[in-house]
């Protein structure tokens, strides 16, 4: 629907869905236009009333009341940073790439913003805890392949011994997996962490997730 649309238009419409939802789309896209795309929404400062009434059916739903409006997210480097943190890595490798070319600063703006999945070792023990609740126990085993040992003993650290114990014998018995799974279950306790920080029970802090979460 979107695909033969001005890249501003795209980049508008972005900004108002949920972060992993636009990742999806924007991952359909090609490459160029997509790349096109991100640069758009990581320097856009907001959306002029008339510009959002010139958009197609798409928007209508959003411009039902102008509450509605009001209160919908816009770009930004973060906007860019959560949108790349459910990209796969090569599509973000890219995409940063090319933003980087067009602008150096900005592209460092925005992987400062970013949150992934080695982040997780700038989490305190509480922080951990809180996530690992929230999370399934076939996610996490599939997410832990091929990560760090200190990611995992940070992991193991904060169960308790006997599920600790359980986890590291699921992940041997798992054997080879392949990485396009890995990241979709990264992905999904991404988004288990971006959920407690909306909900305020951890909070991001320090540069690109260098300092630790605090709740």
């Not at 649309?5 to 789309?25: C, F, K, N």
């Not at 999370?135 to 760090?148: D, F, H, N, P, R």
């Amino acid at each position: 629907m979107i695909r033969n649309e001005h890249p501003q238009i795209i980049a508008t419409i972005m900004v108002h869905l949920e972060r992993d939802h636009a990742s999806e789309i924007l991952n359909l896209l090609p490459e160029r236009l997509r790349n096109d795309v991100m640069v758009r929404i990581a320097t856009l400062e907001g959306v002029q009333p008339m510009a959002m009434r010139e958009l197609n059916e798409v928007l209508t739903q959003l411009l039902s009341g102008g509450e509605i409006t009001k209160k919908s997210s816009l770009g930004g480097v973060k906007a860019a940073a959560d949108i790349l943190n459910f990209m796969g890595g090569a599509v973000e490798a890219s995409v940063l790439a090319n933003i980087r070319e067009h602008d150096a600063d900005l592209a460092q703006k925005i992987q400062d913003q970013m949150f992934t999945f080695d982040n997780i070792l700038g989490l305190d023990d509480r922080s951990v805890q809180l996530l690992l609740r929230e999370v399934q126990s076939e996610t996490l085993i599939v997410a832990l392949k091929g990560t760090s040992q200190e990611l995992k003993d940070l992991i193991f650290k904060n169960m308790s011994s006997r599920a600790a114990e359980a986890l590291k014998e699921d992940l041997e018995a798992k054997g080879a997996v392949r990485l396009s799974e890995v990241e979709a279950e990264q992905k999904e306790i991404l988004k288990i962490v971006r959920k407690l920080v909306d909900e305020g029970q951890i909070v991001l802090g320090g540069k690109g997730g260098e300092e630790a979460l605090v709740g």
